[in-house]
């Protein structure tokens, strides 16, 4: 089974529309989705009507979750709280209706899929930085073989012990059936790490072999978009740098 994985789309239908057809010519067997569809860019629609169709599941984000009133706007900083409620008013009804069905987290055989730190998933705590992943140490005997997480939108890969954790390099790698790793996929709709490209992974669950990818897409467009829904300024902007 290869699985293809996508998180934080946040909207930017352009991005998601390139990632999906690469995925669509890698013949993988599903994609599932770490949450966050929403949140920033100026496709909400279009964007959540493509995961419904494309990805076998998702997961909940706290983008989502505020959207569909499942968590405080207070949380947010004033133009993301813009953004969320500019998309909250966008939603149709059946894309409101998914967001406010999805689960914080989802375990699978020896896979767990969630937003942010599995421990408690409602929190949306972040997963990477090594200090944060050395505190799921505690949980060791609770972690599954592999967590696929989001929410950074940053590309890491931790290695967790009973006595603490550490970090590998985030290239493709092949996992060691007798480790629990947490791997965080990075973002399709908003990376922040200085490389605008929009990214996904893929795990086959067989070789147990996870694979990064970047995605060149039309970010004029995605940008384009922003500026033309009136939403601030800076989600435009900073699609360019990827940061
Ligand atoms: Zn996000």
Redesign the pocket.
Known sequence: MRTAIIS?I?ANYEALSAVLEIVERLKTDRCVCLG?LVGYGASPNESVQAVRERAEFSIL?N?DAAIVGRMSLDFYYDTAREALEWTAQSLTPENDAYLRSLPYVREERDICWVHGEPERPEAFNYVYTLPQARRLAGAYERLKPVTFV??S?LRRVFVVEPNGALELPTDNLTLNAERKYVVAVG?VGQPRDNDPRAAFAIFDEQTRRVEFYRVDYDVDRAAEKILKAGLPQFFAHRLYSGA
Do not use: P, R
């Open positions: 934080d946040h966050d984000g983008h989001g929410h939108h973002s």
